[in-house]
Nanobody
Framework: QLQLVESGGGLVQPGGSLRLSCAAS????????IAWFRQAPGKEREGVAC??????STNYADSVKGRFTISRDKSTVSLQMNSLKPEDTAVYYC???????????????????WGQGTRVTVSS
């Protein structure tokens, strides 16, 4: 089964940028939709962005539209995060699905192969 690993988190000031990466620790990203989720302390894990298996379609949560961009190449799915806000502080996870249509709603139950997450802290 595909297992994913996230990297790129850190501490950044409000208005700053970070780029997260998601790669396969076992298996391949081929033929899989990949989504980014985040979980803030005391909150549910929420879908942030999703990209289809061929990279031709993307979807974003309203809270990050215009600020975050998801992209992929053969081995990595990246999440470019700009204009970061304190409310973006969370642990960020990536996960995969064998079907592209799940990108339409980015629900936790439709994805699997979760990594350990990478922490993003936005604070001055």
């Amino acid at each position: 089964q595909l297992q994913l690993v996230e990297s790129g988190g850190g501490l950044v000031q409000p208005g700053g940028s970070l780029r997260l990466s998601c790669a396969a620790s076992a298996g391949t990203l081929d033929y899989r939709a990949i989504a980014w989720f985040r979980q803030a302390p005391g909150k549910e894990r929420e879908g942030v962005a999703c990209i289809s298996s061929r990279g031709t379609s993307t979807n974003y949560a309203d809270s990050v539209k215009g600020r975050f961009t998801i992209s992929r190449d053969k081995s990595t799915v990246s999440l470019q995060m700009n204009s970061l806000k304190p409310e973006d502080t969370a642990v960020y996870y990536c996960a995969s699905s064998l079907t592209d249509y799940v990108c339409g709603h980015i629900l936790r139950q439709d994805f699997h192969g979760w990594g350990q997450g990478t922490r993003v802290t936005v604070s001055s």
